[in-house]
């Protein structure tokens, strides 16, 4: 497969920035969304994904480390009014991946067998650290963020961390790289066992799952270090070492310099960004009026949204697809169904964390409003069918709670096919949705992390902005806010803007004579 044929357009060529030279990149992270792997729960693995897929597009030497997780992360199934969580079978990924041969890792609870399994795409690779023994070490890395006690839970990021510093050690090389992007702190163990200023740590979310913590003992049993505190904070420890700390929007240096006030002077914020060839559809790619652009996108929607469910939209689609958990909101996307089913079709979807009872309770409700008619309800949306989602929209909804959200790219990937989003003024949406232009926001802009529990008078908001994006639909006036939303999006989400504000260097497509 070409890249030309996996993006659907040209391959583009580096131009450097004066006194730059082409970067080495490797990025640890615990989840990555490749098109034919189970490897991610949500927006993290994505992003990763997207960055991958750029950096073949730029032809930048990327090289992501993650986890191979043999059962993946979960699906589900219903059983009556019952859901069922249920293993994924990742190991059909195989198929895609070469081996780069193996190694032994040596941990306090012995030694670890691990193979490095890859696939290459030009410059970019992705590299996956299959776990061979002994059993407990198979067990604790067999599922993505599914975790059993503990010290398993440890070891699996430990043996992830283990596993990159080895990698680099035998097949890149330690004076190659120019950049060591964490992705959240969980393989901050690597700055333990190499310390070189090239570390940098991507904070991605405020909230208190980002910045996972474990008891010193485990620390002082592995590495022999006495820490004055505990538990240890992985977050703050990869703040201590690294050479910068990132965040994913402007929004959010706040809350991190708020959290980690004696590491604020070096975090700065870096916006995240989508890859826009893998989300847009390849029919919008070239549109260039206003005119032209309405007749694509409505010819989209009705293609897309029949794939999904077999028949075109009678109306127009509402949609709400992504990580089902409470800060996003999804209540607030039944109570929506609930009062505008007749006026609207209802897109509803997306998978909680097993032990998350709000979030599977909140399934239940999605495959209720699907039962009654009330919504079109998709319970395990992958890559594919969250694409499709998106071009079979005509309003995205996007909810939460303002303060929880560090970034969001969902809106983005709307907008970049010229979906409007109904937003809360979160993560990056300050930065680009103008009210009325390019979307429309509703609620406070909350610059603090409260509980997100008490929130029903911002319901009373979104349900008007809701009503004034139908009655735009209604008046002909929602195609200039959906072309508006396809122009402006189209630029700021695309990742080459993320590339030169991470790495320094901008790009040009093959024989073009653009300057930087």
Known sequence: MTLKCLTGITPLKLILLPGHSSPVIVSISAEIALDFMKS????????????????????????????????????????GDEVVAKEEDNTQALGHLVSEGGAELDTARGKVSVEFLSYKLNKAKAVFVRVRSPDWAVRATERLYIDYGEDLRFYKYLILAKAAVKYIDDFIGWERVDWIDLQESYPAFAVLMRQVPKYRVIVHTPAPWGHPSFSARFFKEEFGFEFPFDPVVMTELALGVAQEGVVVSKKMLTFVQRTFPHFSYKVRAVTNAVEVPRWQHERLRQVRTKEEFRKVREEVQRTAFKSLFGREPRGPVLSWVR?????????????????FHKD???????????????????????????????????????????????????????????????????FMKAGVNGVP?????????????????????????RLELTPPDVYDHEYEHLRDKVREALDSINSGEYWEIAWNTYTTFSEFAKMERLFLEYYGYVIRAEGSSAQP
């Open 344 to 410: 609207a079709e209802f897109v509803l979807g997306g998978r909680p964390h097993p032990t998350e009872g709000f979030g599977l309770n909140l399934l239940k409700e999605f495959k209720r409003l699907g039962d009654q008619g009330k919504a079109n309800f998709l319970p395990n949306p992958g890559i594919e069918e969250e694409k499709r989602a998106i071009w079979a929209s005509s309003v995205w909804l996007f909810t939460p709670f303002s303060g929880w959200e560090a970034s969001g790219t969902s």
């Open 421 to 445: 989003s109904v937003a809360s003024i979160d993560g990056a949406v300050p930065e680009i949705i103008r009210d009325g232009f390019n979307g429309w926001l509703y609620g406070e802009n």
């Open 323 to 339: 990580r089902v958990t409470q800060y996003k909101r999804p209540d607030f996307a039944v109570r929506l169904a609930e009062e």
């Open 40 to 79: 991610f729960a949500g927006g993290l693995g994505v992003l990763e994904g997207d960055k991958f897929y750029a950096a073949a597009r730029m032809g930048v030497e990327y090289t992501t480390i993650s986890l191979f997780y043999p059962k993946g992360y979960v699906r589900y199934e219903f059983s």
